[in-house]
């Protein structure tokens, strides 16, 4: 798979976070079932390791 540019990846990596807190947030004021909760939690931790497999996140070595 090709490396996504490391804006893109940034992007993905913030929309994971998001996902996940907002079914953390959801599921304590109200009562989710559990197949709601883990795709919920299964989305944002795919999105966060996709970002992070094939974003482009490289340091500059002097």
Request: hydrophobic share 50%.
């Amino acid at each position: 798979m090709k490396k996504i540019k490391k804006r893109r990846a940034l992007i993905l990596l913030s929309i994971g976070m998001l996902v996940i807190a907002t079914s953390q947030i959801l599921s304590h004021f109200f009562e989710l079932p559990d197949f709601a909760k883990g795709s919920f939690i299964g989305i944002g931790i795919g999105l966060l390791l996709t970002s992070l497999i094939f974003g482009n996140f490289k340091t500059v070595r002097n």
